[in-house]
């Protein structure tokens, strides 16, 4: 036998040492990427909540826009490439006070929604 090589056993062993490096890099990426995507989601809802909470504030107070009930709407997020369902309530919440809750979230998830509430009251000025 020559001494100027590798045997089979280093070769495989080699190999299998290397498959075991790529396939925990894979799997790292793969789920770095969907941490990613769940953060990208999470941000675009926090930001369609901000929207939705200014355009609701901006509204007069005994107007169309904060009558009690409930409302609906889709709303389509360009950056994160996803279709978010938008849903708020308003309550009368005493007299001069009214009671918003608004729940967001992807479209066709069943996950837990973003929710914020928000009390307007005519006291603290937020009429337009």
């Not at 941490?35 to 007069?60: C, F, P, T």
């Not at 997020?77 to 006070?97: C, K």
């Amino acid at each position: 036998m020559s001494d100027d090589g590798f045997s089979l056993i280093e070769v495989l062993v080699a190999m299998a040492l290397a498959l075991v490096l790529i396939l925990g890099t894979a799997e790292l990426v793969s789920l770095s990427i969907w941490a990613r995507q769940k953060g990208d989601r999470a941000s675009a809802a926090a930001q369609i909540l901000a929207g939705r909470l200014e355009s609701l504030k901006a509204m007069a107070f005994e107007g169309g826009g904060l009558q009690a009930g409930t409302d609906t709407a889709a709303t389509w997020h360009g950056p994160s490439r996803t279709s978010f369902l938008e849903e708020w309530t308003v309550e009368e919440a005493g007299d001069g006070l009214k009671r918003v809750r608004i729940s967001v979230r992807p479209a066709g998830s069943r996950g837990t929604p973003s929710v914020v509430s928000l009390f307007i009251s005519t006291d603290l000025g937020f009429m337009p």
